[in-house]
């Protein structure tokens, strides 16, 4: 089955400087690879997805890259701000099969300091 | 607005009894999902459904079960509780654009 890689564990950045999350994947026929921003006390929330037609898809000040080569997708925040404070969850699935469950990486906690 | 629930969202049981963790959703999607959460390990995938009378197991399905009677619900039933089963328990629905909506969430401590 699918195994997703997340990185680092935890982020600690200035308000205002970028941050970026990795993660790779391990089944090349996944096709769909969301990301989550969980909030305390919260369910995980989609913030942006891509698809692998795609290679860079951007929404304000959240872009995401996918390489299908390398099997590797990264998050990027920029001009962050301390409500981007939160754990972030990568994800991949192939949505083309039955099966359109979720794997998730194991999270990475972002820190913005004011 | 449409939107998916979960009850309890606390719950502190013994080794051993059976519990019932309710999710009930709005949307009339027909895909629903269980996941667990546990510090290290992001959400894990324990059982899911794409329609009434439809189940599958997921990967941490051992001491778990789930019936689809009707579009709106999907219950998540522990057997006979373990320690191992305190977690936080996530119920998701899928919409027409593959995104994933979570509910609020179930804490769940067994003693």
């Known amino acids: 089955g699918e195994n997703v890689e997340q990185h680092p564990s935890t982020l600690s950045v200035q308000e205002g400087d970028s941050a970026v999350i990795k993660c790779t994947y391990s089944?090349?026929?996944?096709?769909?690879f969301p990301w989550y921003k969980q909030e305390l006390g919260k369910g995980p929330q989609l913030i942006i997805d891509?698809?692998?037609?795609?290679g860079e898809k951007k929404d304000q000040r959240i872009a995401v890259t996918l390489n299908k080569t390398a099997k590797h997708f990264s998050l990027h925040i920029t001009e962050t701000q301390p409500e981007d404070s939160a754990v972030y969850f990568c994800?991949?699935?192939?949505?083309?099969?039955?099966?359109?469950?979720?794997?998730f990486g194991s999270g990475t906690r972002l820190q913005v300091q004011p | 607005d449409a939107e998916i629930t979960q009850s309890p969202r606390h719950k502190i049981t013994e080794t051993g009894r059976q519990v019932t963790l309710a999710c009930h959703q709005t949307?009339?999607?027909?895909?629903m999902f269980w996941y667990r959460q546990d510090l290290g390990h992001g959400l894990r995938l324990i059982h899911y459904?794409?329609?009434?009378?439809?189940?599958n197991k997921g990967e941490v399905s051992d001491g778990y079960s789930v019936s689809r009677s009707n579009t709106e619900d999907l219950p998540l039933t522990l057997e006979s509780a373990a320690s191992s089963q305190t977690s936080v328990y996530f119920c998701?629905?899928?919409?027409?654009?593959?995104?994933?909506?979570f509910g609020p969430g179930t804490r769940l401590t067994v003693l």
């Open positions: 459904s794409y329609g009434v009378q439809d189940t």
């Open positions: 089944d090349s026929a996944s096709n769909y």
């Open positions: 891509i698809r692998s037609n795609v």
């Open positions: 998701a629905t899928q919409g027409p654009g593959d995104t994933q909506y």
């Open positions: 994800a991949a699935s192939r949505m083309d099969t039955g099966r359109r469950a979720l794997t």
């Open positions: 949307w009339n999607h027909n895909n």
